[in-house]
């Protein structure tokens, strides 16, 4: 990787240092990028499972699901970006450094501050694309999941009824199962159950069964379960007073679907409209869509110093240390957003004043890091000096 080249040659170290850049951008990215997956993949899978229980019980069409999860991926993405190049710096030069290659291109003239210009290269790269995420593509993402959801909540109670599941209406008062569902909405063998406490005739238990059904909607809007040829069975368990009547047609009044709140959600709002706002919360809005991108160049400062492995203490010694520290800084940023939120303080002091104390704390670790390997150097150097001295005098 580093080959022996005349010192004088500026053309040959620049073809050094091209060398070195090239070599480091390709090896952080790449794991970068596999880091990013596999927390992707963690996220998506446990939103997707919630998802998936949701439609099997009736409370989302099945065919949206993956509509729903691409819409929430940029937002996904926007939040693990961050972490995985802060995790992929920790990785990559945790490795260069156990295996020596970090002092092989100390040797080829890479100094500490050349080294965190190669680092930031990429991480502005990173900075850009998640900025372009949180600004722009998340906050259109999350309102056309969140139109799905609302429209799903808006589908009357029989638009999600399937074949041998039992299905709650009314509330939880009813509960209605069929055998078959046609594509046509047409249902047989139906089966219905209702709990009327508040029945004239104390006869609280009403049991339908019926040989087919449908969902009919009036002209008004009300909702019926109309069901043919059955029996209507009235009563209280317990006691033989039960009111048993044969029917041709009986139709069973659904309730009106929960409207859904039309209050946009901060997180669904465009940028555009948070800026004409005057509210707290869509400033502080406003200052975290921003923080997101600077999050990855102050942990990439933070992350260069804390990659400095010890070849005995192996790549992942600092790993822990390190993601505690980005998970505190997370948790500030939180904190801040949540008091600019409530008006305790202002968007633009609460969160860039936690910018800058996370800038400070990445100067402190990497000045006592470069103070540290001055101490070792001279350590080293006055243990040569005492042996060359030992030297001279038992050959004198």
Not at 37 to 65: C, M, N, P, T, W
Not at 72 to 98: D, K, N, Q
Not at 241 to 269: A, N
Request: aromatic fraction near 8%; glycine fraction near 8%.
């Amino acid at each position: 990787m580093c080959q022996q080249l005349p010192l004088t040659s500026a053309k040959h170290n620049r073809n050094n240092s091209l060398l070195i850049f090239r070599y480091l951008a390709r090896d952080l990215l790449s794991t970068t990028l596999g880091v990013c997956a596999v927390l992707l993949l963690v996220i998506v899978s446990g939103r997707f499972v919630k998802y998936l229980a949701q439609a099997a019980a009736g409370e989302l069409d099945a065919g949206i699901l993956l509509a729903i999860i691409g819409y929430r991926l940029p937002g996904f993405i926007e939040l693990i970006l961050p972490l995985a190049f802060f995790l992929g710096i920790l990785l990559s030069y945790g490795r260069l450094y156990v295996q020596s290659e970090m002092t092989v291109m100390v040797a080829c003239g890479m100094s500490p501050k050349r080294l965190i210009v190669y680092t930031m290269i990429p991480g502005v790269i990173i900075a850009m694309v998640v900025g372009w995420l949180s600004v722009d593509v998340s906050p259109t993402g999350l309102r056309k999941a969140e139109a799905l959801l609302n429209a799903q909540k808006e589908r009357g109670e029989l638009d999600g009824l399937m074949a041998r599941h039992f299905h709650p209406l009314s509330g939880g008062r009813s509960v209605t199962y069929t055998e078959e569902v046609t594509k046509d909405g047409e249902m047989t063998d139906v089966f219905l159950a209702e709990n009327n406490p508040d029945a004239e005739d104390g006869r609280q238990l009403v049991l339908v069964i019926a040989e087919s059904g449908h969902h009919r909607r009036t002209e008004q809007g009300a909702s019926f379960l109309v069901l043919r040829e059955g029996f209507r069975i009235q009563g209280n368990p317990g006691q033989a007073d039960y009111q048993i009547t044969r029917f041709e047609e009986y139709g069973q009044r659904l309730g009106k679907p929960p409207q859904p709140r039309r209050r946009d959600k901060v997180d669904t709002m465009y940028t555009v409209e948070l800026l004409d706002s005057d509210q707290p919360a869509h400033k502080a809005a406003v200052q975290w869509r921003l923080s997101v991108p600077i999050l990855v160049l102050v942990v990439s400062l933070i992350a260069i110093p804390l990659s400095k492995t010890d070849p005995r203490q192996g790549r992942f010694a600092r790993i822990v240390p390190a993601v505690l520290l980005y998970v505190v800084y997370l948790v500030m940023l939180n904190g801040a957003r949540g008091m600019a939120e409530d008006g305790k303080v202002s968007a633009i002091v609460g969160l860039w004043s936690v910018h800058l104390l996370f800038v400070a704390i990445a100067a402190v670790i990497y000045f006592r890091s470069e103070l540290g390997d001055q101490i070792k150097g001279l350590i080293v150097r006055v243990r040569q000096m005492k042996k060359e001295a030992g030297h001279e005098e038992t050959a004198s």
